[in-house]
């Protein structure tokens, strides 16, 4: 996709020249890059001229990591690709390459970038203007194209696939861990490029633990059972929750928490339409969970962005600024935890679209009707 990458970076260079003008840019969080010129190796930074410079983009790879890039030396859709000798710091070779083109500022991301990198900039080239770069990269990335929405629907179809034979096969018995294990193992088997965020499998006690990390208990009857995984492609990962029930009929109290749960996702989803409030989204979804008197059970969001990372923005919290706008992939998640009895949470990955054009186009469909397996 080097065409679509040298757009990006296009469209990101003209934002920036508009606030500083003549600065080349130096991108070194590892979505960003990947986003702006595709795959590269751990510790890579892209150098972005600007638009008067004439030497051009550059991707600057650690002594040891050409490998990765096979086939990619030289010019890649105006992305010069500069292996580095030795031990290198690629932080100072774009310092010597700022210089060289004789720039008078250097825009990085000071949000990423560390302490001591940033001062060894700054030492290495004392006549370059360091600013900050900011969100930049990150502001223009929350709107996803087409193709990047279609890598979010296979990495769903993947994810969806890899839960649906899981709840076919035998569960009591079987420890959260080797669940989990094993749920990792059929999203790369289904073509999954391994998973989008840590695979959650908690039952009983357990189940509805936000961030549940899988432990040697054992799935007995009678126990809720919550899952939380997706898949990566192409570098875009998706989410799924699903609570589900051990056994042939869940007691009164589940049914109950499940449903509250369902309704209080059910508004979120609803509610994600193009020009909503953050804020409001979230508020759809809680003030159902707070009127039943769970309000302190819910978590500080209710959903988050996905893309080339899950947690990106936007964030769907009560104190979040600022509106959707089509084409904006975000989980709706909320979940209530009850101590010493288990709880429920249900998440699904939606991308914001007009009401004209459908509504809220849900990516992962895997059934949220409560079954008891």
Same mark, same amino acid.
């Given at each position: 996709?080097?065409?679509?990458?040298?757009?990006?970076?296009?469209?990101?260079?003209?934002?920036?020249?508009?606030?500083?003008?003549?600065?080349?840019?130096?991108?070194?969080?590892?979505?960003?890059?990947?986003? #702006?010129?595709?795959?590269?190796?751990?510790?890579?930074?892209?150098?972005?001229?600007?638009?008067?410079?004439?030497?051009?983009?550059?991707?600057?790879?650690?002594? @040891?990591?050409?490998?990765?890039?096979?086939?990619?030396?030289?010019?890649? @859709?105006?992305?010069?690709?500069?292996?580095?000798?030795?031990?290198?710091?690629?932080?100072?070779?774009?310092?010597?390459?700022?210089?060289?083109? +004789?720039?008078?500022?250097?825009?990085?991301?000071?949000?990423?970038?560390?302490?001591?990198?940033?001062?060894?900039?700054?030492?290495?080239?004392?006549?370059?203007?360091?600013?900050?770069?900011?969100?930049?990269? *990150?502001?223009?990335?929350?709107?996803?194209?087409?193709?990047?929405?279609?890598?979010?629907?296979?990495?769903?179809?993947?994810?969806?696939?890899?839960?649906?034979? =899981?709840?076919?096969?035998?569960?009591?018995?079987?420890? *959260?861990?080797?669940?989990?294990? *094993?749920?990792?193992?059929?999203?790369?088997?289904?073509?999954?490029?391994?998973?989008?965020?840590?695979?959650?499998?908690?039952?009983?006690?357990?189940?509805?633990?936000?961030?549940?990390?899988?432990?040697?208990?054992?799935?007995?009857?009678?126990?809720?059972?919550?899952?939380?995984?997706?898949?990566?492609?192409?570098?875009? @990962?998706?989410?799924?929750?699903?609570?589900?029930?051990?056994?042939?009929?869940?007691?009164?109290?589940? #049914?109950?928490?499940?449903? =509250?749960?369902?309704?209080?996702?059910?508004?979120?989803?609803?509610?994600?339409?193009?020009?909503?409030?953050?804020?409001?989204?979230?508020?759809?979804?809680?003030?159902?969970?707070?009127?039943?008197?769970?309000?302190?059970?819910?978590?500080?969001?209710?959903?988050? +962005?996905?893309?080339?990372?899950?947690?990106?923005?936007?964030?769907?919290?009560?104190?979040?600024?600022?509106?959707?706008?089509?084409?904006?992939?975000?989980?709706?998640?909320? /979940?209530?935890?009850?101590? /010493?009895?288990?709880?429920?949470?249900?998440?699904?990955? #939606?991308?914001?679209?007009?009401?004209?054009?459908?509504?809220?186009?849900? =990516?992962?469909?895997?059934?949220?009707?409560?079954?008891?397996?």
């Amino acid at each position: 996709m080097p065409e679509v990458h040298q757009a990006r970076r296009s469209r990101l260079r003209a934002r920036v020249e508009a606030a500083d003008d003549g600065a080349m840019l130096l991108v070194s969080r590892p979505a960003n890059i990947r986003y #702006l010129a595709g795959s590269a190796p751990t510790g890579a930074l892209l150098l972005m001229a600007s638009a008067t410079a004439a030497g051009g983009d550059v991707l600057l790879v650690p002594y @040891g990591a050409a490998q990765e890039l096979v086939g990619r030396q030289g010019d890649d @859709g105006g992305l010069r690709v500069l292996p580095l000798d030795g031990g290198a710091d690629p932080v100072l070779a774009a310092a010597s390459l700022a210089t060289g083109e +004789g720039v008078a500022a250097l825009a990085v991301e000071e949000h990423h970038l560390t302490v001591a990198r940033h001062r060894a900039l700054a030492d290495a080239a004392p006549r370059l203007r360091l600013s900050d770069l900011g969100c930049a990269v *990150e502001q223009q990335r929350l709107v996803k194209d087409e193709g990047e929405i279609a890598a979010l629907r296979i990495a769903a179809e993947i994810t969806d696939r890899a839960l649906g034979e =899981l709840l076919e096969s035998i569960l009591v018995g079987r420890t *959260e861990r080797h669940l989990a294990l *094993e749920l990792d193992r059929r999203l790369v088997d289904h073509g999954a490029e391994g998973p989008a965020l840590p695979t959650s499998v908690a039952a009983g006690p357990h189940a509805g633990l936000a961030g549940h990390r899988p432990t040697e208990r054992r799935v007995e009857e009678g126990d809720f059972l919550s899952v939380r995984l997706g898949a990566r492609f192409h570098g875009y @990962g998706c989410c799924i929750g699903r609570t589900f029930v051990i056994g042939s009929a869940p007691d009164d109290w589940q #049914l109950e928490l499940y449903d =509250l749960v369902f309704s209080a996702q059910r508004a979120g989803r609803e509610a994600l339409v193009p020009g909503a409030e953050y804020r409001e989204v979230d508020r759809a979804a809680r003030r159902v969970i707070a009127g039943a008197g769970h309000g302190e059970a819910l978590g500080p969001l209710t959903g988050r +962005g996905v893309g080339l990372e899950i947690g990106e923005d936007p964030r769907l919290s009560p104190a979040a600024m600022g509106r959707l706008t089509p084409c904006v992939p975000v989980t709706v998640e909320p /979940g209530v935890h009850l101590p /010493g009895r288990g709880g429920v949470r249900i998440d699904d990955t #939606l991308v914001v679209r007009s009401l004209a054009d459908g509504g809220p186009e849900l =990516l992962t469909i895997t059934t949220k009707e409560l079954l008891a397996l």
